[in-house]
Structure formats: structure tokens, C-alpha cells
């Protein structure tokens, strides 16, 4: 049983081991660090330290690691699985990155940035776009999020179609062990055979093995021709048929494809400022595509031919091409926005899954059944990146629905929509991880050799517990 004793005397000590100005210890400076993003966790901790070197997160950490205090990594606080807030004991050590954002170094002819874990999404966006280059990784929280979370996540986002995961963006990376060793291996190769891939075993731990502090990130040149289209379907078969029809034809022009149902955009026009649906009639499902090309082609004119064509064959039933750049962002304004709309409009439900994009179709059938049967006071809002088979299978409840019966009604939904799920051969995490939220669901289903391996792995780099207890592993 820790004391409170026990706290004071350990911030004592760790004020002797962190740099001056490195810790945060009033209240109303670590209550922002306290709280998940989702505002479901609230914790609370010894302090929060924001460390400005490699070599004090690694002094933090062998320091943490000989107490057995417990460190909770935390980038932009965005992340929705509750894994970036500290527990209710009052003795972990949250260490945010967010001063350590330097761009090292950009070899705009190796095609590679070397950033630090506190760069924001947006920042490395922007620092590669001023060397000539781009960097694919896209999510609706680029301004807040940091490229230590998106690997430390694993993020996925708007992009993955065409550019992979942030783990497929990553050459290399610096990351500190819970015993204070560094592994810096910030190579920018594409070939690179030599032993295990630590930096693949890193990126997507959430922060239970390590803490990344810098990445070798993967450049590609500036797109130079886009064109954006938001296309009403009749329903999520031909959202599938006319994926289908578009990877044939644009083939890997192709980087975005997002599927909307009429419910997301109600929602969208209901609660955010200034956007508006561009096709004049209702329909039940959109598809929000974009193509991009990195020579300068006639985009708009395949996409206009396509989308004619899927016409003609009954998949798209409306369309509306983004004539300027303005017009595009209003199109994506209407897709990024859901979540800022669902959380506006009251309390709801999230459901991060993926199947194979053939079973889209059914599975959607499948449990939209089962929502509007089983939950009728419910709106589902199933949306998100159809075009890797990843939906936010969401639902929103009425403001002023009582949080509690919500939370009543949640183990039950999440059992239904995930054991369907599974039954399709899907994931219950596609893009958003583990965290705190999801524990119960991967001991659910993963396999017991998938269990046994992953505690192993935990115990081989992190003995003491200390690095993230009770996130994607129950502690202990
Ligand atoms: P945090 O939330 O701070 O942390 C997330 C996890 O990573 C925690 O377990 C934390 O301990 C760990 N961690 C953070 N930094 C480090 C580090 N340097 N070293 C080790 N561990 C670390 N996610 C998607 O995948 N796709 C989307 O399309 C998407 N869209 C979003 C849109 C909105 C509006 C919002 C609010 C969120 C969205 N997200 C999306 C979720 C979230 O932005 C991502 O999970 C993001 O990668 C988290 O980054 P972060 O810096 O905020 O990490
Ligand atoms: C997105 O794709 C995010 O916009 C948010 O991953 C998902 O609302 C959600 O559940
Ligand atoms: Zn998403």
C-alpha cells in the first residue's frame, strides 16, 4: 500500500534528478495531463515531467526503473483508448514529449526526416513540404497529435490505402528503455536485415516497452495533381463495387476513401460552422475519394470518367468533383469533422473495428440490424476508411441521455458488434490500439500463445512493470 508519504518523498527525490523546470507538481498544471481525451480516465500522479534531452528521459526513466515507479509516456493527448493518463494511485510519472520537437535532419535526396518524438503531426507535414517533400500520415487530430504517439500507436487515418500505417512510414528510430539504454538506430535504409525489428516491435507498443524520442520518418515527393469527389452510392455494396472499379482504374492514384452514411453528414451540418452538402438531394451513403499523383496529370478528368462510368453500372447514384483546392477542403471538412459532431451532439459510443473490405457489405447489414433492434434510442454512425476495411462503428445518443445509461448498455454492445466482428474475420483495434480501454477485449481475442508471447516480450524489456502498467496488458 502506497502512502502519501511515500509520494512526497519520492517527488522530493525525483527533483534532484530532473532538470529544473522539467517537473510539473501544482494542480492546475498537470490537470490537463490528467484527463484522456475522450474525458473517460481521470488519473492522477506524482508529477508530470517534460523533459528537453534524450539523455534526461533516459536519466527519468533508470530513475523511475530502480523505484519501480510507474511512467506513463504521453505525446498530444489525443489518442482514444485512455492509454496516455496515469492511474488513480497518485504514483506514476507521466513524461510528455512535447519539448523535445526538433527536426533533426531532412536529406531531401535520401527521401528521409529524422524528427523528434514532440514534433507535432502538423509540424513534420509542413517541415517536409518545405524540403520539396511530403509526408503521408493524415489524421483529423494532425495539430494536436505527435509523431511519438502516432508510432507509438501505430496510426492509421485517411492515407493508408496508399502509403501503410505509421509503422510502414518509419525507417528507423531512438527510443530509451525502461532501464534508461538507448537504442538509437535512425538509420534512413530501405534494406536493413540485421536481427529483430526492434523498431517494428516499438512502434504500435503504446508506450508499455519504451519511449520513443525521435524517428527516421520515410519522405515521398510534393503531390502535384489531385482531384476529390464526394459521390452518393445506394448502398455499401456499391461503396465496395465502385472501390473496386477505382483501384482498377486509378490504381495506386487512388489515397483516400471514406465512406459517410447520411447520418454522419446530418450530424456534420447540424454542429459544425460553415459546411454544407454539396449534393442537393438526401441519400443513404457517400463515398469521400481523392486521387493524387505525383507528376502532373489530368486527375479530375479520370475521376469525372469513373465516377461517369460506376454511373452508367448503378454504383454511384450523385457526384460532386471539388473544382478548387477550397472546394476540396470543404469536402474533407465534412468527413474530418464527424468525430468534433458526435462529440458535440452528445454522448456516444465508439467502436474502432475492421474486416476484410469484401465482408463490408455483410457486416454492416449484420450489425446495423442488430443496433437498430437492440439499441433503438441509438443513431449509428458508421463510418470512416472503407477503403482498408476500417469503420468507426459508432453510436451517438441524444444529449442528455444519462452517461450512466449509456454506460449500462455498453459491455453489451461492444460484446455484440465485436463478437460479429470476429465472426468476419475482423479486429476489434484497427487503428486506435489498446490502451487501458481495450485490455479485456484483447485477452478476449487474441490467441493464448499471442497472450503468453506478448507477456514475454513485456517482461524481457520492462522486468519492473514500470513502463505504462495496466495498458494494452492487465498490470501485474
Ligand atoms: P497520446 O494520446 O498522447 O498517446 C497515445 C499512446 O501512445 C499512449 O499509450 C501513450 O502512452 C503512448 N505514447 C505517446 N507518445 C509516446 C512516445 N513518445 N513514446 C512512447 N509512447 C508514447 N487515430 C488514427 O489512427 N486515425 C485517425 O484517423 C485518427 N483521427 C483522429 C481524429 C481526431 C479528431 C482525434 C481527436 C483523434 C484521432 N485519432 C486517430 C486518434 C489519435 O490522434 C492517434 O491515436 C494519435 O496517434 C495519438 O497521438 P498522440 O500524440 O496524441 O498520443
Ligand atoms: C477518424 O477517423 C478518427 O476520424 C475518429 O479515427 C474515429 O470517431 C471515431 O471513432
Ligand atoms: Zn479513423
Redesign the pocket.
Known sequence: MNTSADAAELRAALRTVAEPGTLLEAEADTAPFLLD?RRQYQGRALAVALPRSVAEVSRLLAWCNARHVGV?????????CG??TPDESGRQLVIG?QRLNRIRAIDAADYAMTIE?GCLLAQAQRAAAEAGRFFPLE???AG???I???L??N????NVLRFGMARDLALGIEAVLPDGRVIQHLRSLRKDNTGYDLRGLLIGS??TLG??TAATLKLWPQLRSTATALAAVPNAAAAVSLLARLRTLAAERLNSYELLPRAALDLVIRHIEAVADPLGARHDWYVLCELSSFAIEPLDALLEQILGDAMAAGEVLDAALAPSERARTNLWRLRENV??AQRRAGPSLKHDISVPVARLPEFIAQAAAWVQEQVPEGTLIAYGHAGDGNLHFNISFLRGTAAALVAAQEPLIRRAIHDLVAAHGGSFSA???I?RLKVGELERYASSAEMATMREIKRALDPNGIM?PG?VLAAG
Do not use: D, F, R, W
Open positions: 481525451q506513463v509516456p504521453q505525446g498530444g493527448n489525443t489518442g482514444y492509454g496516455a514529449l518524438a489524421l483529423g487530430s494536436s497529435c505527435q511519438g504517439g502516432n507509438a500507436t496510426a492509421g487515418g485517411l503504446e508506450g519511449i520513443i468525430p468534433e487503428e486506435h490500439g490502451g505504462n495498458k
